[in-house]
């Protein structure tokens, strides 16, 4: 975890306090996510999003590369995540901390592990030529939950972007600009997305969306990477008091619930975002026809 300002002992007594009477501190249920704030920049992939206080952006970018020799008909995708003073006094710049890894790993096997984005969809030329897909990920302010905060980022942003259209032609690749040709989506298999519990008082207590203040309470973690389908694409307990088992299947339904509403509100907004933008490509076209 970060370095952030310990709890004093009468911060944790009063949460614990709490959670034993099934009160949170910002009058949530255990099962509730805080307000979730999802905005787009101009360009596709651009994701701003803001869940609770915690705040995010995720930039999905693409370029033609060599495919791995391994994989001659795959393309790459990697994520990138790097936590630095901008988003929390206890971060530093250059160093990467537990934190930084754990959500690594998380956000590796609930994405791209699970295949959520078709790679073979991204070969242009068999062992030859590819795109490389890359989400970038900058935490612009933190208040807890980072994993699922980064997963949902990620998510819309791969389904939000729009790369390059390109063909091959006497051997090589032409890549058309967006002004020249529509662009095209990325292939998404399905919507994974992870819920992190935090359990508390020897884990009688559990809730997801936790605050900082929390986590730095929370006595475990438990991390469940679920699609709207059911499937279960990740499940880790990090660290801390062990779990009841039948609290663990409990909490695989309820992760599923809070996944399918998720993805529910992420595809309102992107609908709402790509409607937009097809009525102003539209305008744009008809100016330019007028304009000629």
């Excluded at 508390?200 to 997801?208: E, P, Q, T």
């Excluded at 933008?277 to 305008?283: N, S, T």
Aim: aromatic letters at 6%; one cysteine or more; charged letters at 25%.
């Amino acid at each position: 975890m970060s370095r952030e300002a310990p709890l004093s002992v009468a911060e944790r007594d009063f949460i614990l306090k709490a959670l034993q009477e099934n009160t949170r501190l910002d009058g949530r249920e255990a099962d509730q996510f805080r307000p979730l704030s999802i905005s787009f920049g101009e360009e596709y992939g651009h994701v701003k999003l803001q869940l609770g206080k915690t705040s995010i952006i995720v930039r999905i970018s693409a370029e033609v590369t060599k495919p791995r020799d391994d994989r001659p008909f795959d393309g790459l995708f990697d994520i990138s995540i790097e936590l630095t003073a901008m988003g929390s006094p206890g971060w530093e710049n250059g160093r990467t901390s537990d934190q930084e890894a754990s959500v690594s790993h998380v956000l590796d096997r609930v994405v791209r592990h699970s295949n959520a984005l078709d790679t073979e969809s991204l070969c242009i030329v068999k062992g030859v030529s590819c795109w490389s897909i890359r989400a970038d990920i900058h935490v612009i302010d933190y208040d807890g939950n980072l994993t699922d905060a980064a997963c949902i980022a990620v998510m819309t942003g791969l389904q939000h972007f729009r790369r390059p259209d390109a063909v091959v032609r006497d051997g090589h690749v032409i890549v058309y600009k967006v002004e020249d040709r529509v662009p095209v989506a990325l292939n998404i298999t399905h919507k994974p997305l992870s819920v992190t519990f935090n359990s508390f008082n020897d884990g009688r207590d559990i809730i997801v969306d936790a605050t900082l203040k929390e986590e730095q309470a929370a006595e475990g973690e438990l991390v469940i990477g679920i699609n709207s389908g059911g499937e279960v694409c990740f499940m880790s307990k990090f660290s801390g008091a062990p779990l009841d088992p039948l609290s663990i299947v409990s909490k695989v339904n309820v992760a599923l619930e809070k996944v399918k509403a998720l993805n529910a509100q992420v595809d309102k907004v992107l609908q709402v975002d790509l409607a937009k933008r097809a009525k102003l490509g539209m305008a744009d076209e008809s100016r330019a026809a007028n304009d000629r």
